[in-house]
């Protein structure tokens, strides 16, 4: 079996990856495209949308393609996966018969010696790269041109939803119009405790995680007196703009705020040294925490 391999963030998926997708299937000699959506860009640190629903979105926008193949190991793996790992994976599974190609964008191509074993990588597929207006492509290269001059962070920066695959079209918008909300909150709330001293805000974004919030602030306070203003300053400030604080703790060294799907932590040094809740909402970003 031939095949082509085409990886990526897809972060969303657009009109620009389905016209490189078509461009494949019509100009390259191969039985199947596997479509592999990463969990996170090994250059990069967050993605807009998380993998579970990326991965739904790129299913659901690929189904009418029968070559088409959408591989969900990379997106379930709950780590950045270098893309040699994929390749060696799929050539173990299949012995193919020739080199794979692997498809990539324009973009990518300069940074492609920078890619994990990337002279392992060099050996074992084809390069094929889509063309993009502005960027040169070595001859070296075999392309696939096409003429759709989007990016995901386009679609992400300016969103315009006739930029989409409409299978897919009226979710991916509704869940952007839910995090730009999302980030606006967010932005509010770091913005009072900034302006009250507080110190060292981290906004730790947990959408599609398995835990209670979307969405949580750390924030270290002077002292336990100041941790009290700060809640106080927090409510005065909020409420009128919608926000509900369903439920407090308050132990002094440490203030718990629940805005429902946003957890709100004030904490003293001292305390938030001890209990280190930075870790462990990393653990439970990658998957790593009890019950998963």
Do not use: C
């Not at 906004?203 to 009290?228: P, W």
């Not at 407090?248 to 957890?263: C, F, K, R, S, Y």
Request: no cysteine; aromatic share 8%.
């Amino acid at each position: 079996m031939r095949y082509a391999i085409y990886g990526g963030s897809f972060d969303p998926l657009h009109l620009g990856h389905i016209a490189l997708i078509e461009a494949a299937l019509r100009e390259l000699p191969i039985d199947t495209l596997f479509v592999i959506p990463a969990y996170l860009n090994p250059f990069k640190n967050e993605t807009f949308a998380p993998a579970h629903l990326r991965l739904a979105w790129v299913k659901k926008a690929l189904a009418s393609y029968p070559k088409v193949v959408v591989l969900d190991d990379e997106a379930m793996a709950g780590r950045s996966v270098p893309t040699i790992e994929s390749v060696e994976a799929l050539q173990l599974r299949y012995n193919p018969p020739s080199k794979p190609y692997l498809i990539i964008g324009a973009d990518n191509v300069a940074r492609l010696p920078q890619w994990h074993r990337y002279e392992a990588l060099a050996k074992r597929v084809e390069f094929v790269v889509g063309t993009r207006e502005g960027i040169a492509i070595d001859e070296a290269f075999r392309t696939l041109g096409i003429d759709v001059p989007i990016s995901s962070t386009q679609v992400r920066h300016h969103f315009t939803p006739q930029a989409l695959p409409l299978s897919i079209r009226d979710e991916v918008s509704d869940y952007f119009n839910s995090r730009k909300t999302m980030q606006k909150r967010l932005e509010a709330i770091r913005s009072v405790l900034d302006d009250k001293k507080a110190e060292d805000i981290e906004i730790i974004d947990l959408e599609g995680q398995e835990y209670i919030a979307k969405a949580v602030v750390i924030a270290t306070s002077l002292n336990a007196r100041h941790g009290e203003s700060l809640l106080n300053e927090l409510r005065t400030q909020l409420k009128p703009k919608g926000e509900q604080f369903l439920a407090t703790e308050e132990t002094g060294e440490w203030i718990v705020a629940d805005l429902g799907d946003i957890l709100v932590h004030i904490m003293t040094k001292a305390t938030r040294e001890k209990y280190t809740m930075e870790q462990f909402l990393a653990d439970v970003k990658a998957g790593r925490h009890l019950g998963r």
